[in-house]
């Protein structure tokens, strides 16, 4: 790969980093490496076998690869991560989001070999990315909160006694992590010990540390953010607001900013707050202060030590590159905003466009080729992706493969720029949230801002998947056309029922996606599977839970296996009363789409 010229290296504000290794993948090492190759630094990318092709690794001026497909295995290896740095020459290490960004092993590691990590302090990470000691100091700042545990809980006895004093539902969150990762609401005692287990397997996988601690969980409320950054310079600045309450399953869809319809001074307290938050623990470098707002109120919910998914919205509503601003800090410069609450100019909303078929609110990961990738030409938009036409989404990490973000003048102009451009934007090979996204903007609650973050799941109802033979959505005796909302494992669902003796195979992704079109698949229950017992696979992924062995008596409804794809959990459950035998698969096995599990013979 060309390498940067040396004549570029250092120049700007950023001049004290001349090569960065960028310890991440897909879209946000993307967004990272070209904003360094704007400012003349060179960049080091990592890889696992499964992304030897990726466009972060084309884009990048070298890369080093971390052998093995599963992340423990090369994103969260730190050792082979602060290696990398040092035998390719680098100075400074950027965490991005996810995986290890929020790991105070890291940043003491990389700045312990004597380079520079692009982020807050190992220190400042270990107490606001651990949640629990997160809300201990937002107490002692005078930051309001939910009620909560202050010291992480280890048993399902610890969630009743909380429910029995606070009242249900409870959140069981993971301590070392955000993004909805290791999160399981229980929505009474029975719950606790499946939501605990859950939680604590999930934030593991996605966090390397399985502790976990609980809250109150407020069900009418907004998600509302403040954008944080601090430099070392003395300067400790809130930089706008956005809204994230329109999510499924704890993950955001959609986002905007500023959030709408907030009270001025309710705004400036939520900032203010954020930066008593960030000052108390000698914060440097770009956060995110998460809040619910519910009855004209807000809570602190967490801190997340790392930049935001949603970012770009900050980015377009104030004019501000926050990438070269944490570039600028690492460097050792002042902030280039050094005032809080700039008015943000216009409204932005951003829609993350997933390989998740959302047919009937199921939100199915479907990895696989993207045929064709075309992004609309229109003001104000824009998309940060990791993937160009021919990438292939692989089912080892998370689902996203873009960003839509578009500007507009007010939010009625922005709803309606990015409905436009949704209707235009063509991903084909797999199917995407884009119907979603417009189902979302297209939504009268969300116009007029009558949403909270149950609303997605509670109120927006989205077409199950139309039947290629008759054109028709599936009835409930279909495979996956039922809308099927129960609690699984602490956690609601909305999912797939899978009916017959067993659980049916999903037909096959649809070839072709473009323009948000609604997924066309074959009719649900092909041969050898409705009435056969089969229990298969409803997508691609890891076996993370086996409930059941030989000879079991099961009740339909009740929950065989755990397939994990795309960091996305997915019960498999027995449509009916029986016997379970031929048991096939083992927790770690890694299945395809419509691969054997099981069968339930019938009672």
Known sequence: MAQVPREQVGRGATGALSKVLVANRGEIAVRIIRTLAEHGIASVAVHSDADEKALHVRLADESVALPGTAANENYLDIARIVRAAQQTGA??????????????????????????????????????????????????????QVPGTTDPVTSADEIRAFGAEHGYPVAVKASFGGGGRGMRTVAGPDEADDALAAAQREAGAAFGNSEVYLERYLSAARHVEVQVFADAHGNTVWLGDRDCSVQRRHQKLVEE??????????????????????????????????????????????????????????????????????????????LSVPTSGPAPRGHAIECRINAEDPAGGLFVPRPGRIDALQVPVRPGVRFDSGYESGDEVAPHYDSMIGKLVVWGPDRDTAIRRTSAALEELVVDGVPTTVPAARAV?????????????????????????????????????????????????????????????????????????????????????????RGSGAVSSPMQGTVIAVAVADGDAVTAGQVLFVVEAMKMENPVRSAVDGTVGEVGVAVGDVVTAGAPLAVVVPA
């Open 441 to 529: 903007l297209a939504h009268p609650d969300f116009t007029g801002v009558a949403f909270t973050t149950r609303w997605l799941e509670d109120a927006v109802e989205f077409p199950a998947a139309p039947s290629a033979e008759t054109g028709e959505a599936a009835e409930d005796g279909g495979s996956e056309g039922a809308r099927d909302e129960v609690w699984v494992g602490g956690r609601r669902y909305v999912i797939p029922f899978f009916t017959g003796a067993g659980a049916a195979a999903p037909a096959e992704p649809p070839a072709r996606r473009s323009r948000g079109s609604t997924t066309r698949r074959k009719a649900a229950g092909g041969p050898g599977t």
């Open 257 to 334: 900013s500023p959030a709408p319809g907030l009270p001025d001074d309710l705004r400036v307290e939520m900032g203010e707050a954020a930066v008593r938050l960030a000052r108390a623990v000698g914060y440097v470098g770009a956060g995110t202060v998460e809040y619910l707002v519910e009855g004209g109120r807000f809570y602190f919910l967490e801190m997340n030590t790392r930049i935001q998914v949603e970012h770009p919205v900050t980015e377009a509503v104030l004019g501000v590159d926050l990438i070269a601003e944490q570039l600028r800090v690492a460097a050792g410069e002042p």
């Open 91 to 144: 100075d400074a290490v950027h965490p991005g989001y996810g995986f290890l960004a929020e790991n105070a092993d890291l940043a003491r590691a990389v700045t312990g070999a004597g380079l520079v990590f692009i982020g807050p302090s190992g220190d400042a990470i270990e107490v606001m990315g651990e949640k629990v000691a997160a809300r201990r100091v937002a107490a002692q700042a005078g930051v309001p």
